[in-house]
């Protein structure tokens, strides 16, 4: 039953396909499980100020030329 209940506290999340190969690629190529990168990632970046800011900057201007 672990593992049920490990599948039900999943979510699905939605990346270009680029991206999700590279996350792939870096995750196989260091034997890691993607979902255990994807949150490393997310506790890494909350808890650096400075990445936070960088990741913000990078999403707003993404979001800015997706706009154009």
């Known amino acids: 039953m672990a593992a049920d209940k490990s599948k ?3 979510k699905k999340i939605a990346v270009e396909e680029p ?3 590279q996350l792939k690629n870096f995750s196989r ?3 890691l499980k993607t979902r255990t990168v ?3 990632m997310v506790d ?3 808890q ?3 990445l936070s800011r960088r990741v913000v900057e990078q999403c707003l201007a993404a979001d800015a030329e997706d706009a154009n």
């Open 48 to 50: 650096d100020e400075i």
């Open 19 to 21: 991206t999700y190969d």
């Open 8 to 10: 039900v506290d999943r």
């Open 38 to 40: 994807v949150a490393s």
């Open 44 to 46: 890494i970046m909350l």
């Open 29 to 31: 190529f260091n034997g």
